[in-house]
């Protein structure tokens, strides 16, 4: 192994050390709570708006990750990730847009706005920047000035950070995979439908959202890494920069959860 392997691989364990220790990797306290089906229906509602609002509002820290990136592979990836988000299909195991249709339906907006509907959720407040709570807002606007940053090193340490949370766990066993956030989401709805909803004879809510996101991310996880490394080959590419970013993205998504956790404890019955 020659001396520029050795150095990227320091720096992947560097990497390793700051971001993957995360509490919101490793102690997300709203997931760990909601996936036990726990939650009530206002508590539901409560994270479908949250979620409504950052899934809208990220649109355009995506296009603006898309323009400042650094390299190539970044652009294109990110440019994958924001044409999904509008309504274009992805392939999953790679996260390619390639030769993919567009139809609205498939806005991720849209899908949010489909649960809206089921939870009688008034229509006009989904996505909508005053729906968000303090909370909500800090998170893109943490987002904003990190991964949407017009320094490409800032855009890709948080885009790294950000697309390794959202894929952690994926693809490494069943008990580690139960810990990845989306994977928490999809159960903790499933345990919600089953214990409150169909006892109810209710309209399930439909997971679909929540499941399409974590079988993609596993694509996305796998982008990043191979951005990875062309961008520590840059030239000028600082370390220190890259993970503080990186550290700082994974704060501000950290806020949304402890907002929502907040919530959801003031909506218990």
């Known amino acids: 192994m020659n001396e520029k392997d050795n150095k990227f691989n320091s720096f992947k364990q560097k990497i390793g050390n700051e971001f993957f220790e995360h509490s919101v990797i490793v102690n ?6 909601f ?3 726990l939650s009530n229906t206002e508590q539901v509602k409560d994270l479908i ?3 409504s609002v950052f899934s809208n509002h990220f649109i355009v820290v995506q296009a603006k990750r898309m323009v400042n990136a650094s390299t190539l592979e970044g652009e294109e990836c990110a440019r994958a990730i924001l044409l999904n988000e509008c309504g274009v299909m992805q392939d999953v195991k790679t996260g390619s847009i390639e030769g993919k249709t567009f139809f609205t339906k498939g806005a991720h907006l849209n899908w949010l706005r489909e649960i809206a509907n089921i939870l009688e959720i008034e229509p006009k407040v989904i996505g909508r920047w005053e729906t968000g ?6 998170f ?3 987002l904003d000035q990190t991964y949407g940053s017009r320094d490409g090193q800032l855009g890709a340490g948080a885009s790294f950070a950000i697309e390794t ?3 952690f766990g994926i693809g490494q066993g069943e008990e580690v995979e139960s810990n990845n956030f989306w994977k928490e989401l999809v159960v903790g709805l499933e345990n919600h439908n089953q214990n409150l909803r169909l006892p109810r004879k209710l309209k399930p809510i439909p997971i679909g959202f929540f499941q399409y996101h974590f079988e993609t991310e596993s694509g996305h996880g796998a982008n990043v890494w191979q951005e990875l490394e062309k961008t520590f080959n840059q030239p000028g590419f600082d370390e220190e920069k890259f993970i503080e970013a990186g550290k700082l993205a994974l704060k501000a998504i950290y806020t949304f959860w402890l907002g929502l956790d907040e919530v ?3 909506l218990e019955n």
Request: hydrophobic letters at 20%; charged letters at 35%.
């Open 28 to 33: 997300n306290p709203y997931t760990k709570w």
């Open 35 to 37: 996936r036990q089906g």
């Open 49 to 51: 708006k949250q979620f």
């Open 133 to 138: 709570t303090k909370s909500t807002h800090e």
């Open 140 to 142: 893109l606007e943490g």
């Open 165 to 167: 949370w959202a894929s």
């Open 264 to 266: 959801r404890k003031e």
